[in-house]
């Protein structure tokens, strides 16, 4: 397929549990317009496909038609490149392999690529955000679980089957916490995950019964790690706690990491981000301390600058533009 | 640099603590001549670059002249392929950051390229070995150290700055064994090189007293993992649980490399091959317990293929074929 110069604008979907993104974007990563829809609602993926279509062409007919379109970049959980295909995703309804991009692609008469989250926000950093020019860096994203996407010598680590870069569930902590979907212990996933926060919040409270917290006033179903870090802006001892310890696990992970792919940075998105440096610096304090002489004092590490609401758009949009002409 | 169709030979030189092998090599792998010479004769470097072209002199000029080589590839502790350097290389006498690359170029009047041991062996494996028409493969090197070569998506994986690939000094057991040289604990190397197999034959010994060993029979200080072998074919207990014991180590550490990088394969190369079974069964087990369901029975874990006296030289050599026209 030939690309043409009024090919000027990409599509970005991100397919969550249960909600879905959607947007137009341009090569400089100005959102033209977006809008959402419920993953949740849909029983069978065709009539997703067909309401990602009824939402989505409003939007192509106001930008000028189809033929300013180069195509659609999806980034969906168990999301495989090579394939287009969604694998066995435990959080969504459509069970077993799904051709997406095929669907996808014949509804809209457009070419389209797939991958899973984590890698999209990747190339969503290197198209549009604080990996731009840069040829080797890793995003770690620190939401709900840890997702990872990796970037070697300009290109997305996808591995020989597409599923490469899952380093969520490497073991950090032999014999460590039983991770709650995956029967393993002590992976990343299960300590630097807001989930894991919250399990770390209530250990801490539970081997402390004389320590004094804020984090005391709310039942353990309360506790998120939204909590835990406004208590820890109030000086709370236990919370702050929570981040450093936290951040002593991801900071020896990512020291592994470094000593793998020996990244120019790492850049870490998502919802634990927003406890700043509580979890930032022993997070850099234990990737340094853990990595041969080599690499010391190399390795930018750094919060993501897209905005969390626009990331997971721009990081599908993004493939559009990876896509051979 | 253009190449011609005449320039089908390549030298390879692996340059060791002690000694250096070379040789010339075509390109389906066949050593048409070598040799080798002291690496600790020299304490200039400029003159371990002549005695290199004394060596090779007589050898391309046999093989019709300098015009039927394509180039010369290096393999050397510290070496960055980005810079051609061998940078503080705690095992050679030649300090601090030297233009290897540059030295060997202008004496040999052909263009050369260099990296570290393991990442040479893993373009070896994929010009002339097990890895052959792979795109994603790892290389370790399970010698007195423990090295790696990584091969993603086709390309060796450098990093940002030449220096990826150190899986031999990632912490698998966090506290455990302390490092002889990097002063770090629990790394891979601690336990899965032949100086970690020795350390453990010792440990056991100790800790298990009352139970019979034809290690007993040794001084701690003959004791390596050859004899360890050794004994484990006459059935000792001891023996086999030493290299149960480091295959248990690896197989964890391979299966967080695999979750990185999701290859086709994993090599395995070097001394405590030698092993074989006692070593590769309980490797390959403790991978497969510890990835994801979606990468397991996916990963080959094999044993090079290349001799041991000859990967060296092809592995060096095969940078050659890498070289961009």
Known sequence: MKFSASQQLAIGIDIGGTGTK???VDARGNIISKGDLSTTDYEDVKDFVDALYRTLSPM????????????????????????????????????????????????????????????????GEMTYGAAKGMKDFIVITLGTGVGSGIVSNGNLVYGHDGFAGELGHTVIVPEGRLHWGTGMKGTLETYASATGVRLTAIEMIE?????????????????????????????????????????EILGKALANF???????????????????????????????ANVLPIFRDKVQLIF??????????????ALVWEMKA
């Open 60 to 123: 192509i007919e106001a930008a000028g038609g189809s033929e300013k379109i180069r195509g659609i970049g999806i980034g969906a959980p168990n999301g495989n490149y090579y394939k287009g295909t969604i694998e066995y995703a435990p959080n969504l309804k459509w069970k077993g392999i799904i051709q997406f991009t095929d669907l996808v692609s014949s509804r809209f008469n457009l070419p389209s690529a797939l991958t899973n989250d984590a890698n999209a926000a990747a190339v």
């Open 258 to 288: 470094v000593m793998f792919s020996s990244p120019e940075a790492i850049i870490l998105f998502g919802g634990l981000t927003k406890a700043g440096d509580y979890i930032l610096a022993p997070t850099r304090q234990h990737m340094e």
């Open 304 to 317: 993501s600058n897209l905005s969390e609401a626009d990331a997971a758009i721009l990081g599908a949009s």
């Open 207 to 247: 081997k402390n019964p004389g320590t004094e917290s804020l984090l005391r006033n709310y039942q353990y179903d309360e506790l998120d790690s939204r909590i835990v870090f406004e208590c820890a802006e109030k000086g709370d001892h236990i919370a702050k706690e929570v981040f450093r310890f936290t951040g």
């Open 22 to 24: 959607l947007g137009l």
